[in-house]
């Protein structure tokens, strides 16, 4: 049986009691999981990194971040909450601190989402603290605005044991069309770990049931109480009765599978959804299977996944030091910095301009 997600992220914005009413509306749409995010705004943004548009008007994103930012007792009061109600809490942290956090209340499962794919201090901390346990926590990797030697170098840093992979496109909302779901069984191969995928795109059946017939074990989908709210993964997101179609059309599929074998499953499975989508459109999702980046998301390789950005507006001859420099999305309006791994080389040198506060760092701005 595959493990099904609901994403609630920050849709609750920050009540208590709205979150409560999304849990209930994933797990009574049968969900297996129910999935938060553990917001801090700097471990995400830079102040300085542009606007969000609301229907309020425009606000800066890294306060919009800082609005959804919640207490630990708030994470863990929906922890018990999920788990009263027979499912498993899953949460993305963003950074060091929230990860601390997030594993002091023992979720179920730790989510890494796609722009931090390449946090390579996050998931050192998260791989060394899963090598001290004798029972690994299961961590899920979302591996959308990636390529492969991204996901390679994440899956080095974690490991395989009890690690599973989503396949992802990170547009909102992501084109069916564009989905390239092949490339499931090519990434369970390469990798060998359970693979599946998080979903962006609008349909609730498509997707997530073609995704089952190529292999995937894991669906990750959005749910809101309302399209309408003002979450900012809303717009995208499936209500509860969307919801448990999507839950019960991915069950249909996974006895489809079972009961004719894999490969006349999937033939089934494509011949009943080409009757209600139309057989090129089905053929399209399914894709060639490589593992590239999908049109809708390129312009957004290197914003929305991380890379080094200086802090503060320094001038050239200042020696870099911690807290200089953080690991960020670069997202709205800044430049893109150099990349995660190479922090520790980075600290020590001195620059050779002066730099602005927000910019991302690179090669060119420090001494030879």
């Known amino acids: 049986m595959s493990l099904i997600i609901a994403e609630i992220g920050t849709s609750h914005e920050g009540s208590l009691e709205k979150a409560k009413a999304l849990v209930d509306a994933g797990c009574n749409a049968g969900a297996d999981a129910i999935k938060f995010q553990w917001v801090y705004a700097d471990e995400i943004l830079h102040p300085n990194t542009g606007f969000v548009k609301l229907p309020t008007g425009n606000i800066p994103l890294y306060e919009r971040f800082r609005q959804l930012e919640c207490s630990k007792a708030f994470y863990k009061e929906l922890l018990e909450y999920v788990h009263s109600k027979g499912c498993k809490f899953c949460c993305?942290?963003?950074?060091?601190?929230?990860?601390?956090?997030?594993?002091?209340?023992?979720?179920?499962?730790?989510?890494?989402?796609?722009?931090?794919?390449?946090?390579?201090?996050?998931?050192?901390?998260?791989?060394?603290?899963?090598?001290?346990?004798?029972k690994e926590i299961p961590v899920i990797l979302s591996s959308g605005v990636s390529t492969l030697s991204d996901i390679e170098k994440a899956i080095s840093i974690i490991g395989t044991d009890n690690v599973s992979l989503l396949h992802c496109i990170t547009s909102y909302p992501a084109p069916e069309e564009e989905y390239n779901l092949n490339v499931i069984t090519n990434l369970k191969n390469i990798f060998g770990i359970e693979c599946g995928v998080s979903d962006h795109s609008l349909d609730p059946i498509l997707v997530p049931a073609l995704s089952i017939a190529v292999g995937g074990t894991v669906i990750e989908k959005h749910i809101t109480l309302s399209k309408k709210t003002m979450g900012l993964d809303d717009p995208v997101a499936l209500e509860e009765e969307q919801f448990a179609l999507m839950v019960h059309v991915v069950h249909q599929t996974e006895a489809a599978i079972r009961h004719y074998g894999k490969d006349i499953g999937?033939?089934?499975?494509?011949?009943?959804?080409?009757?209600?989508?139309?057989?090129?459109?089905?053929?399209?999702?399914?894709?060639?299977?490589?593992?590239?980046?999908?049109?809708?998301e390129k312009a957004n390789y290197g914003r929305t996944n991380r890379s080094l950005h200086v802090m503060y507006d320094l001038n050239a001859g200042h020696v870099l030091k911690k807290g200089d420099i953080e690991i960020l999305r670069t997202e709205k309006i800044l430049t893109p910095g150099m990349s995660?791994?190479?922090?520790?080389?980075?600290?020590?040198k001195t620059l050779a301009r002066n730099v602005k506060s927000g910019q991302g760092l690179n090669w060119d701005d420090l001494l030879k």
């Not at 490589?290 to 049109?295: E, M, P, V, Y």
């Not at 995660?340 to 020590?348: A, H, K, M, S």
């Open 92 to 134: 993305s942290p963003f950074g060091l601190r929230s990860l601390e956090e997030l594993l002091e209340i023992k979720p179920d499962i730790v989510k890494i989402a796609s722009p931090e794919l390449n946090h390579y201090k996050m998931l050192e901390s998260l791989a060394s603290y899963r090598k001290g346990r004798e």
């Open 266 to 296: 999937l033939k089934k499975a494509v011949e009943q959804l080409s009757e209600q989508f139309g057989n090129e459109k089905v053929i399209a999702v399914l894709g060639s299977g490589i593992k590239k980046l999908a049109a809708a």
């Open 340 to 348: 995660p791994e190479f922090y520790d080389l980075v600290i020590g």
